[in-house]
């Protein structure tokens, strides 16, 4: 089974704070995702990539930015965390033309 | 904007009964469609894919695909109080077919 792997289940960070997410996947995906769920708003999607260093801004990308070094492992950056980026955030990875497979999530709570 | 629409639920049934969980798509183009299970706090998984028309069955669940009619379903048979969980939507974009929408979610519980 793919395993998507995220560094942190949960997280407390200050408000102001450099935040970095990990995520890596050990199937050899093209594809990986960040997605923030908060309730009530559903998942939307901050950016993701099809590519080793290839980045793409997805609907809500103020505030974050990512990178994609290597192909298993794609990195999500909060510059300047902020009260309102306080959410659980879920890695995705996939191949074309199939879904996706999720992490466990990281809870981010910013104070 | 491509989107994916779900009954937001609370949809409730008892114990052994049969849950339908429906879904409508816009993007015609759309060939590959998705159903996640999510119980609380935890991050979607994978419980269903279909890509042509008709039935695909697995166990309990079975997954109905109209394409004529934009339309996807999830049916549960023989519910479980471990069914109870919101289940996600999903369709495969049909420009790059690697980015999934997903619908709103519906919240099903399985009353004992």
């Known amino acids: 089974d793919v395993k998507v792997t995220q560094s942190s289940r949960y997280l407390v960070k200050r408000t102001g704070e450099k935040v970095f997410l990990e995520c890596v996947q050990d199937?050899?995906?093209?594809?990986m995702f960040w997605y923030r769920q908060d309730p009530g708003l559903g998942l939307r999607l901050i950016y993701f990539s099809y590519d080793v260093k290839m980045k793409e801004k997805g609907d809500i990308p103020e505030g974050y930015s990512v990178s994609r070094e290597k192909k298993e492992r794609f990195s999500l950056i909060l510059e300047s965390a902020s009260t309102n980026q306080t959410s659980m955030y879920l890695c995705?990875?996939?191949?074309?033309?199939?879904?996706?497979?999720f992490g466990s999530g990281t809870r981010l709570t910013v104070v | 904007q491509k989107e994916v629409e779900q009954n937001s639920g609370p949809l409730s049934v008892p114990e052994g009964a049969i849950a339908s969980l429906n879904c409508t798509y816009s993007?015609?183009?759309?060939?590959?469609f998705f159903w996640y299970r999510q119980y609380s706090g935890k991050s979607p998984e994978l419980i269903m894919s279909i890509y042509s028309n008709g039935d695909k069955e697995d166990g309990r669940f079975t997954a109905q695909l109209n394409k004529a009619s934009q339309y996807v379903s999830l049916l549960i048979r023989d519910s479980q109080p471990s069914d109870s969980a919101t289940y996600l939507c999903a369709s495969l974009s049909s420009g790059s077919a690697r980015q999934l929408t997903f619908g709103s979610g519906t919240q099903l519980t399985v009353l004992p």
């Open positions: 995705a990875s996939s191949l074309p033309g199939y879904g996706y497979t």
């Open positions: 199937m050899d995906h093209e594809n």
């Open positions: 993007d015609r183009g759309s060939q590959s």
